[in-house]
T-cell receptor
Framework: GAVVSQHPSRVICKSGTSVKIECRSLDFQATTMFWYRQFPKQSLMLMATSNEGSKATYEQGVEKDKFLINHASLTLSTLTVTSAHPEDSSFYIC??????????????FGPGTRLTVL | QKEVEQNSGPLSVPEGAIASLNCTYSDRGSQSFFWYRQYSGKSPELIMFIYSNGDKEDGRFTAQLNKASQYVSLLIRDSQPSDSATYLCAVNINFGNEKLTFGTGTRLTIIP
């Protein structure tokens, strides 16, 4: 399958600071990437869809001014959590869409970033 | 009604037996169906996808899709302790929309 990386894998920060998470597709170009958040013992919740060269599409209830998404190239999307607070502590996971030439598109996930806000 | 429903489990299966995981979805127009495996503390890993009615086999895994009944299942043959994980069902609900809607997952434990 396609390889997606994320950096950093873990971050601890103080309340009020901003944190940037990078998502890279390593062996393919991804015009579309997705950002998810997962709280303990819960399923993945889609936060936003990131399209290369255009503004991200945010899901209902996700503050676009708090979660800044930039998809400046075909292999890199970034999520910046601005003015992070303890309730933003979560597991943030990106995925990249691989377009199927003979079958359906699929999403491959990065390893995730565990954010802890003190 | 949730869009994608799974029994949260835990589901316990003896080693070597067949594990059967089920998922139902509400939107009859759903197009593609995915099974992901997620180990504790890790991100989801794609196992397989299916988009046509019937069975699709890949090694020890078989996905089954029944669009008339709106369910998709995953069978794991010869279950191994390493199969112990949470299995997430994901559905592409809107044609032309790449978004996936995930179920809450079924926690599977293979008992040695």
């Amino acid at each position: 399958g396609a390889v997606v990386s994320q950096h950093p894998s873990r971050v601890i920060c103080k309340s009020g600071t901003s944190v940037k998470i990078e998502c890279r597709s390593l062996d393919f170009q991804a015009t579309t990437m997705f950002w998810y958040r997962q709280f303990p013992k819960q399923s993945l919740m889609l936060m936003a869809t990131s399209n290369e060269g255009s503004k991200a599409t945010y899901e209902q209830g996700v503050e676009k001014d708090k979660f800044l998404i930039n998809h400046a190239s075909l292999t890199l999307s970034t999520l910046t959590v601005t003015s992070a607070h303890p309730e933003d502590s979560s597991f943030y996971i990106c995925s990249a869409r691989v377009q199927g030439r003979t079958s359906t598109d699929t999403q491959y996930f990065g390893p995730g970033t565990r954010l802890t806000v003190l | 009604q949730k869009e994608v429903e799974q029994n949260s489990g835990p589901l316990s299966v003896p080693e070597g037996a067949i594990a059967s995981l089920n998922c139902t979805y509400s939107d009859r127009g759903s197009q593609s169906f995915f099974w992901y495996r997620q180990y504790s503390g890790k991100s989801p890993e794609l196992i397989m996808f299916i988009y046509s009615n019937g069975d699709k086999e890949d090694g020890r895994f078989t996905a089954q899709l029944n669009k008339a009944s709106q369910y998709v299942s995953l069978l794991i043959r010869d279950s191994q302790p390493s199969d112990s994980a949470t299995y997430l069902c994901a559905v592409n609900i809107n044609f032309g929309n790449e978004k996936l809607t995930f179920g809450t997952g079924t926690r599977l434990t293979i008992i040695p």
